[in-house]
């Protein structure tokens, strides 16, 4: 009886540290050797995998296949009718940078100024944002969080969503550049310009633009002929803005256009031909279906969305749902992203739409890794499941475009990441919120 | 007598002019998905005039009956949005914090080409509501998706009158920031809503005196006549909502807020409410409960303002859990077109049973909106509003193959033109701009407080910059 008792002051002692244990994610991770067995593992790039085993050896992963020995210092996962797939990457997000969008104090994406290429969406990226766990216990493990306004609004950055710091959940601190292009359609139902009005402020807004670019070309110019041989040389001025921008002139940084109408995406495309010392990527692109043979033909790759009403009074209720499918279809590459922040886990259904509507499953499925990956230059590490590769992935048990699926465990950079975000502390503590003694 | 029965028939021939027009159709070996009588495998579904007449195995087709095939297919009740603003031509009457008096009915828009997208999504009835700008807002109007027909013939007969509340940020900004006059914060919220209600038995107390004293008078003709006290509809529709005549639709999110409605409605004696948005119903759910309040949540929105920053897309199954009557709501034009992803949702976070789940857009937005007992379920004597999916509706790969209102195809996949609209502008087939639609994707948070911009000018300004 005395036992029993003691057993009881026990077991409450536990659970009750355990409940103060919740107010915060204070469960440490996993970190090491683990082998993952008899899942089904879809690779993404090798194809599927029946009753597969998964090695995770650190932050990578070690294997890949159906057979291999598994030594006794692998912590294993037994996952026999679940589903391996890779942490999926939402390519167009505010995560990190805006916490409540009402609250403009805790919003920090947009900065003053038309042209900021020297912002980083990496140093103002809050590695504490309540939305991150909730995104990625979702499956979603690496997103590309962007700055917005201006002309040039700043650098994105590639973050994987586990880690202390920016520097430690940075994949790409320069991700991409983000440019806006002025529209020359004007701005649709709200805009009371006259048509003189947008051509005229589309054409200066432009020449601004291209004014920069210039600007920023003279400079690397004069900076790479210094550095290649400094004798003799003044040194130019140093200029943070045109610094920031030799990355991307230099073709390793791509640039991000927004661009959602027919005439903006053509527009973009005829103006993309006189800058081609850069690498362009489209964003928004709800148009795209309409002139997706001219986007394939630029070979600009496309991060685009599917959740969202016809662009126009005349289109069929489907088109938003079947474009990204039918520039897939006319060639383009096309990643299939959020536009959201704290709903970016919801990546995954904005590419169930896709599949279902004319891009099939594969496609929708390489649309949220492997492709978003290529696109900012980081499927070296991310976007498939393959020895070497950084050990980015999920288990789910089933399909996870499927709203009803489970996402069960997910690893990130090899971190088995605790299962808990604010969503799921409030659903453990008020479910069943007057138990008392249980 | 001949008068009289030429009188009857002009009578019965003027009713059903106005009276809806019904379809009949005979659904056949489809998996039924009937909400309160599980699903039934193989079976047909008879509807005439409107009307589910008969659900069984191998029914055959009355004479002139058209039958749809629906062999490995899934036969759902239509969906029903408790919080939508589709085709409302305005939302806020934002120039004082109560106003009750004004209602949707007017504002109804029914060539809007949102209600065919709606209806391909699987949607036939929404509560079109007026927005949260004010403390007591404006009267809503239940509307059957009949594509194509008037305004007047949209609506949902004889549902019951219903009516926007809100608490809050929304309340508090338009009129405590935006006017300088209360509510400034969650405690003058409560007090506009009793005030209001006392103000209302008052005027009710001193206008029955005065009816029945100028009744008297009028019998009488002499003496003084009675000091007039005018009619009031404000405090005609505050005492309707008091003596239960329209439920209470609740704009709301923090725990508290809700808390505070209830005891004020205890006070007041009001019974039939819902919650709406009710982010933090999940805090209360309890008391929730013991009131018979319901719930109207979203599945998964939160965070993109300071009152909903503190809540969990699991709301939904705690609130079943714990035996509220919940409904998932869309508030959004883009969520109606997919609500049964939304409800699917709701299995994902907290494991509630699909058949919970399916009438969390069914049955129990039918509650809510008090036409339970005509729709939200599959079963005989209901309104022939039924969809038929090609997959199971909760699966990210189903599509809504038709949709019937009364009986009647108002979408069917297999002849869907691009074009839909029906008034159709003469300039609008130009590609220049002028024919864009306000695109909606996956959050507005404003679209509650349309309308209200020139409150808040600054707002307005941060708008037009975005």
Redesign the interface.
């Known amino acids: 009886m005395k036992k029993l008792n003691i057993f009881a002051v026990i077991v409450t002692l536990l659970f009750g540290l355990n409940a103060t244990a919740e107010a915060q994610i204070t469960d440490k991770p996993g970190f090491g050797k683990f082998a993952i067995t008899g899942a089904t593992i879809h690779t993404v790039t090798n194809g599927t995998i029946e009753s597969g085993i998964i090695l995770i050896d650190g932050e990578e992963i070690a294997f890949v296949g159906e057979n291999a020995r598994i030594t006794n210092e692998y912590t294993r996962i037994d996952a026999s009718g679940k589903h391996v797939y890779p942490g999926f990457i939402d390519g167009w997000s505010g995560l990190g940078l805006v916490e409540i969008s009402a609250v403009p104090v805790t919003v920090d994406n947009a900065e003053l100024g038309q042209f900021n290429p020297h912002m980083y969406a990496f140093t103002a990226f809050n590695p504490h944002s309540a939305s991150i766990p909730v995104t990625r216990v979702s499956g979603v493990t690496t997103v590309l969080s962007h700055p917005s306004s201006g002309s040039i609004a700043g650098k994105a950055a590639v973050m994987d969503l586990w880690g202390y710091s920016p520097d430690s959940m940075a994949v790409k601190k320069s991700g991409a550049l983000i440019m806006n292009l002025p529209s020359s359609s004007g701005g649709g139902w709200w805009d009371d310009r006259s048509e003189e009005e947008i051509k005229k402020q589309y054409e200066q807004n432009l020449k601004e633009i291209n004014d920069f670019l210039d600007k920023a070309r003279f400079y690397n110019q004069m900076m790479k002929e210094y550095e290649s041989d400094p004798s003799n040389k003044t040194k130019p001025d140093y200029d943070p803005r045109m610094e920031a921008m030799r990355e991307v002139l230099a073709g390793d940084v791509p640039v991000v256009i927004s661009v959602n109408d027919e005439q903006e995406i053509l527009d973009a495309i005829d103006w993309i031909k006189d800058n081609d010392d850069m690498n362009f990527i489209f964003e928004g692109v709800r148009e795209g279906w309409r002139v997706a043979e001219e986007i394939a033909e630029a070979g600009v790759p496309v991060l685009t969305t599917t959740l969202y009403t016809p662009s126009r009074d005349y289109d069929n209720y489907q088109r938003p749902y079947q474009n990204p499918g039918l520039m897939a279809q006319a060639g383009v590459k096309v990643a299939v992203v959020s536009d959201d922040i704290e709903n970016s886990r919801n990546t995954p259904f904005e590419a169930g739409y896709a599949a279902t509507y004319g891009m099939g499953v594969e496609e929708a499925l390489k649309a949220v890794t492997i492709y978003p990956a290529e696109i900012f230059g980081v499927a070296d590490r991310l976007g498939s499941l393959e020895a070497g590769k950084q050990a980015n992935l999920f288990i789910a048990d089933g399909d996870p475009f499927e709203p009803m699926t489970n996402i069960e465990q997910v690893f990130i950079k090899g971190y088995k990441i605790p299962m808990v975000s604010r969503h799921i502390q409030l659903y453990q503590e008020f479910l069943d919120r007057d138990a008392v003694n249980e | 007598m001949k008068k009289l029965i030429t009188l009857c028939l002009i009578l019965a021939f003027s009713t059903t002019a106005y009276a809806q027009e019904k379809g009949s159709v005979l659904i056949q070996n489809a998996t039924v998905i009937t909400v309160t009588n599980g699903d039934l495998e193989e079976t047909d579904v008879l509807i005439r005039d409107g009307i589910i007449r008969e659900i069984g195995k191998d029914l055959n087709a009355p004479r002139g009956v058209e039958t749809v095939d629906a062999t490995g297919k899934f036969v759902m009740p239509g969906i029903i949005d408790a919080h939508s603003h589709l085709n409302g031509v305005d939302i806020n009457e934002a120039r004082n914090p109560v106003t009750a008096e004004v209602t949707m009915e007017e504002s109804v828009d029914p060539n809007e080409?949102?209600i065919?997208?709606a209806l391909?999504g699987g949607a036939t009835t929404i509560h079109l509501m007026h927005g949260s700008a004010n403390v007591i807002g404006g009267q809503g109007e239940t509307l059957k998706l009949r594509y194509g027909v008037s305004q007047e013939e949209m609506k949902f007969e004889n549902a019951k009158r219903t009516i926007k509340f809100a608490l809050g940020?929304n309340p508090t900004r338009v009129h405590g920031q935006g006017s300088g006059v209360q509510p400034r914060t969650r405690m003058g919220v409560e007090q506009v809503v009793r005030g209001h209600f006392d103000e209302a038995l008052d005027y009710k107390r001193k206008r029955e005196a005065y009816l029945e004293a100028k009744a008297q008078y009028d019998r009488r003709s002499r003496g003084t006549p009675p000091v007039p006290v005018a009619e009031n509809l404000r405090y005609e529709v505050l005492n309707d909502i008091i003596e239960g005549e329209i439920f209470v639709h609740c704009h709301s999110y923090r725990a508290d807020e809700i808390l505070m409605l209830m005891r004020v409605f205890n006070d007041y004696g009001i019974e039939n409410y819902t919650f709406q948005h009710a982010n933090e119903a999940?805090?209360v759910?309890?008391e929730l409960a013991k009131n018979g309040a319901m719930t109207s949540v979203f599945s998964?929105?939160?965070?993109?303002?300071?009152e909903v920053?503190?809540?969990?897309?699991?709301n939904a199954?705690?609130l079943n859990?714990n035996g509220v009557v919940n409904s998932i709501n869309s508030d959004n034009?883009?969520l109606l077109?997919?609500l049964n992803?939304e409800a699917?949702?709701v299995?994902?976070?907290?494991d509630t049973s699909?058949n919970d789940a399916i009438k969390m857009i069914t049955l129990h937005p039918a509650i809510q909106l008090g036409i339970d007992d005509r729709v939200g379920s599959i079963e005989e004597g209901k309104h022939g509003d039924v969809v038929v999916w090609d997959g199971h509706p909760?699966?990210?790969?189903?599509?809504a193959e038709m949709t019937f209102v009364d009986g009647i195809k108002y979408f069917d996949l297999a002849n869907?033109?691009?074009?839909?609209?029906i008034q159709i502008n003469p300039g609008?087939?130009f590609?220049?701009?002028?024919?864009?639609?306000?695109?909606?994707?996956?959050?507005d948070?404003d679209a509650c407080i349309q309308d209200t911009f020139i409150l808040l000018q600054d707002q307005a300004q941060t708008h037009?910059h975005n």
Not at chain 2, 309 to 314: G, H, L, N, P, V
Not at chain 2, 394 to 399: E, M
Request: no cysteine; net charge negative.
């Open positions: 080409v949102g065919y997208h391909a940020e999940f805090k759910a309890n998964d929105w939160w965070a993109y303002k300071f920053y503190y809540s969990t897309a699991y199954s705690i859990a034009d883009q077109r997919t992803h699917a949702k299995v994902r976070y907290g699909v909760l699966s990210i790969y189903s599509k869907d033109p691009d074009d839909m609209r609008s087939d590609d220049d701009g002028s024919n864009f639609r306000k695109i909606v994707d996956n959050r948070e037009a």
